[in-house]
């Protein structure tokens, strides 16, 4: 499934490049970008929403999981899925990290 090489020399770099700073977003400029403003804001609700006391029903057998996830992502059409540990750098400078690491 994978296409592109791994380079793990380059994990390190990554994980030691300091959080960037938020920027505002800016003013809608073209019609493309003020669908995406308007669907941006739709789901800006659920961003904070709060963690469901129950855990998703997913398999525990992590080949299982995968291939699950493989479908979703062909019934979506999508081009790219990435699921991948998540290091405290790739936060924005003022954004509390959630206590996960995906």
């Known amino acids: 499934?994978?296409?592109?090489?791994?380079?793990?020399?380059?994990?390190?770099?990554?994980?030691?490049?300091?959080?960037?700073?938020?920027?505002?977003?800016?003013?809608?400029?073209?019609?493309?970008?003020?669908?995406?403003?308007?669907?941006?804001?739709?789901?800006?609700?659920?961003?904070?929403?709060?963690?469901?006391?129950a855990k998703a029903p997913v398999p525990d057998d992590l080949k299982r999981r995968v291939r699950d996830i493989k479908g979703g992502i062909y019934f979506l059409n999508a081009a790219h899925a990435g699921i991948c540990e998540t290091s405290a750098s790739a936060w924005f400078e003022a954004t509390e990290p959630p206590d996960h690491g995906f």
Do not use: C, G, N, W
Not at 10 to 26: F, G, K, M, N
């Open 1 to 53: 499934m994978e296409s592109l090489a791994r380079a793990p020399e380059l994990i390190d770099v990554e994980i030691s490049r300091p959080p960037i700073q938020s920027t505002p977003r800016a003013a809608p400029a073209s019609t493309l970008s003020v669908a995406a403003a308007q669907y941006a804001d739709l789901f800006l609700k659920f961003r904070h929403a709060r963690v469901a006391p």
